[in-house]
T-cell receptor, first 114, second 114 residues
């Protein structure tokens, strides 16, 4: 079956702009989580959506937001981009949001802010 | 969630067995131990999960002593393609769900040489 698809794979934006990233989970999976990965901070949890509702949120500023559609596809938006937002953004899907073994990650979107 | 400590890096040669140990002194009674593997510019991939004693699958074994304060991921006969970062995660009962909030540490960068 198809894996988790993230688009675009690479993105270059200018400071102050906004960006929208997309994640299509595995068919049938209702939970989508987003993570930011940087060399300095490692992998950090952003938020999780389940059945179109944000169920859990990490410690990121309000510039980071997301949503989930009725087909479980999810988008993540970052407004007023800062240089420090340059990172690999990963999404993970899960059937029910069960812990640990049930998560399948996509290959990520590499965002570069200049 | 229990904090984990792993070696920052390890080197090995093709064909050798590699053991990566993770310390988690504050593991709770209902915590499970899970290992993920990550290649550059890809999302983490689930390898193995366990609660106590020993778990084995087609790619790895997980050894957990009786006190559960540490665990060891064992990779038999590594190849160059096993060069990756390995993360040890400790957290709640997977039957209850973690709502997407996987806590990743710094991981262990394994380099396999020919």
């Amino acid at each position: 079956k198809a894996g988790v698809t993230q688009t675009p794979r690479y993105l270059i934006k200018t400071r102050g702009q906004q960006v929208t990233l997309s994640c299509s989970p595995i068919s049938g999976h209702r939970s989508v989580s987003w993570y930011q990965q940087t060399p300095g901070q490692g992998l950090q949890f952003l938020f999780e959506y389940f059945s179109e509702t944000q169920r859990n949120k990490g410690n990121f500023p309000g510039r980071f937001s997301g949503r989930q559609f009725s087909n479980s596809r999810s988008e993540m938006n970052v407004s007023t981009l800062e240089l420090g937002d340059s990172a690999l953004y990963l999404c993970a899907s899960s059937l029910e949001g069960r812990a640990y073994y049930g998560y399948t990650f996509g290959s990520g979107t590499r965002l570069t802010v200049v | 969630l229990a904090k984990t400590t792993q070696p920052i890096s390890m080197d090995s040669y093709e064909g050798q067995e590699v053991n990566i140990t993770c310390s988690h002194n504050n593991i709770a009674t209902n915590d499970y131990i899970t290992w993920y593997q990550q290649f550059p510019s890809q999302g983490p991939r689930f390898i193995i999960q366990g609660y106590k004693t020993k778990v084995t699958n087609e790619v790895a074994s997980l050894f957990i002593p009786a006190d559960r304060k540490s665990s060891t991921l064992s990779l038999p006969r590594v190849s160059l393609s096993d060069t990756a970062v390995y993360y040890c995660l400790v957290g709640g009962d997977p039957r209850e769900g973690s709502q997407g909030n996987l806590i990743f540490g710094k991981g262990t960068k394994l380099s396999v040489k020919p």
